[in-house]
């Protein structure tokens, strides 16, 4: 084993850890030394969302220390940021395993630091952390999750002030607080007990009336309170609220996919529990098609993602992705509020650079700003709060499957979402349509955008060096054609520049550093590749467009769009 990993191993063993920390360690030399050699190779990262990783010992896993030591490193910061302030800090946690003691051990952390914890009862969704922070005034806040990955990993998110998580200069500033911390003698473990609140249901009631004043047709659910709704919660958080904003809201024909109901880090009925899987959403799928109902709906464990279910236009079950289902939010969002005379001049709406162009367009004919930021909802919320006052926030989102609704919240919503999704399927049944036939108007009235992504895995040590290569190689030798499309712009928001590959023009792109690259052609596709921030993965973003005059043209047009993406990834050599 190399030295320097196998000093990081030795400080475990004879420092202050527990003695079943210690065996497991021992256990692992013993029976499987890579595997120890992963577990210490390196500290895990506290990136600019925090932490993530597999659960077990080493300085390279999620586990008590990393978590420990994140949480004395993010109270160092919050100390010396509010020095004459009272500190308050909302914590919450989803269902994975361990995802409880990791809340606890971070609330005992923050509270012998003499901050004020506000610590929920139980499991609760991501986006009702963000609500708390904002509603009882915190400073920040810790949510214990690792969102959508595989039962064997956890995390730790951390919030600022306004509810959205750390954004410059917090971040990195946070970061360096957090590297600081060389031991877990540092930590400050307990003695804080005092300092702790439960929050449990007051906060809950307080969330779902924001939610429910988000809507805009509550006559049009009362109309349709009837509309046959199918809803997986995935062994995750949403079962805790999602129903009941379902019955705040007026529907009364809710039904829940049973065997993904309870509450289950192992996550014991899906491979990956991402409701942008389809193997995940098919039990719910399956029901919907039994019951004959009008909309499926899946949230992943911290309930800030959402998948859904409708029929298509020949009546059979088709999960939408995240561009469409963005599109059909942002769209309502923009209609609706229009035909109901409550739009205002400075309306404006958030999306990402990665998701689809068809939201800027949507925007354009409804007159309504549309601005475009860095992936992640963190941009987002720093956005609203550079332009609260002067420009009202109606709804944001990315391709990811997270809708972000109202102000009052600032991170991606799936409980919300749900709601609007309803909302949205209750206001076209009540014109005898689907979702899927709104989908097909807005092609045809705004453009048939159609996207595709593709994630390419690099794990292990080795693996984040791969992914590196291949940025590097994309960076100094672009394309010159992409599927025999000439590739005409290059966006670098690394280098913070983009270049017209045809003159050689050059501009500034203001936008904060971040390691993505997207590639236009003469004929409008879009290609965009991303490491991904929170896995050993590189993603890589498709998006083509044609025209579609008529709802007959739609599967032909479809076709075509899905093959020329097929041309892409060939060409690219990314199969």
Not at 47 to 58: A, F, S
Not at 136 to 150: Q, R
Not at 542 to 558: G, H, I, M, R, Y
């Amino acid at each position: 084993m190399d030295a320097a990993i196998l000093q990081r191993v030795n400080a475990w063993l004879n420092g202050n850890y527990d003695q079943e920390t210690k065996n497991t360690i021992l256990e692992v030399q013993q029976n499987n030394p890579d595997e120890l050699a992963d577990a210490f190779y390196r500290d895990l990262e506290f990136g600019t969302g925090g932490l993530r990783g597999l659960m077990g010992v080493g300085t390279n896993r999620v586990n008590k220390y990393t978590i420990g030591m994140a949480t004395q490193g993010f109270a160092n910061y919050l100390k010396k940021t509010y020095a004459n302030d009272e500190i308050k800090i909302a914590i919450a946690h989803d269902s994975r395993n361990n995802s409880r003691f990791f809340a606890e051990t971070t609330a005992n952390v923050f509270a012998a630091n003499g901050i004020k914890v506000f610590l929920f009862e139980g499991l609760r969704p991501t986006p009702e952390l963000s609500f708390a922070i904002r509603h009882l005034g915190c400073k920040a806040g810790v949510v214990c999750t690792a969102s959508h990955n595989p039962k064997e990993y956890n995390g730790y998110k951390a919030y600022w002030n306004d509810g959205g998580q750390l954004v410059p200069p917090h971040d990195k500033n946070v970061i360096t607080e957090v590297e600081a911390i060389q031991s877990v003698d540092e930590v400050k473990w307990s003695g804080g007990e005092a300092n702790i609140t439960i929050l449990g249901k007051a906060l809950d009631e307080a969330y779902i009336e924001m939610v429910k004043g988000l809507s805009v047709y509550p006559d049009v659910i009362e109309a349709q309170k009837d509309l046959k709704i199918v809803y997986t919660p995935i062994h995750g958080t949403g079962i805790t609220l999602v129903p009941q904003v379902l019955e705040k809201f007026g529907f009364n024909n809710v039904h829940i996919v049973e065997e993904q109901s309870t509450p289950d880090g192992n996550f014991p009925t899906v491979k990956y529990p991402n409701p942008e899987e389809s193997e995940t959403m098919s039990i719910g799928l399956k029901k919907a098609q039994a019951l004959d109902a009008d909309i499926l709906l899946g949230t992943d464990p911290d309930a800030d993602r959402v998948g859904i279910g409708v029929k298509n236009h020949k009546g059979e079950w088709v999960l939408m992705n995240g561009n469409q289902t963005a599109v059909l939010a942002f769209a309502y969002m923009m209609e609706a509020r229009k035909a109901k005379g409550i739009a205002q001049p400075n309306d404006m709406v958030i999306s990402t650079i990665v998701t689809t162009e068809m939201i800027n367009e949507v925007a354009k004919q409804n007159n309504v700003a549309c601005y475009n930021v860095l992936t992640g909802f963190k941009w987002i919320a720093e956005k609203i709060k550079e332009l609260e006052g002067k420009e009202n926030y109606v709804i944001g989102g990315e391709e990811s499957f997270g809708l972000m609704i109202g102000d009052q919240i600032r991170d991606k919503d799936a409980i919300s979402a749900v709601a609007l999704m309803c909302e949205m399927a209750a206001y076209e049944k009540n014109k005898g349509k689907t979702l899927f036939d709104k989908m097909i108007e807005l092609y045809i009235q705004y453009g048939f955008y159609y996207e595709n992504l593709i994630s390419i895995t690099k794990k292990g040590m080795n693996g984040q060096k791969e992914i590196a290569a291949m940025m590097e190689g994309f960076r100094t030798s672009p394309p010159a054609d992409i599927n025999g499309s000439a590739v005409v712009t290059l966006f670098d928001y690394q280098l913070q520049t983009g270049k017209n590959l045809l003159t050689g023009e050059t501009w500034s792109i203001n936008l904060p550093k971040s390691n993505v690259l997207q590639f236009i052609t003469v004929d409008g596709s879009k290609i965009s590749a991303r490491p991904s921030g929170t896995e050993p993965k590189i993603k890589f973003y498709f998006s083509v467009k044609t025209e579609l005059n008529t709802k007959s043209d739609f599967d032909a047009k479809q076709i075509e769009l899905e093959n020329k993406i097929n041309g892409i990834i060939t060409s690219m050599n990314l199969k």
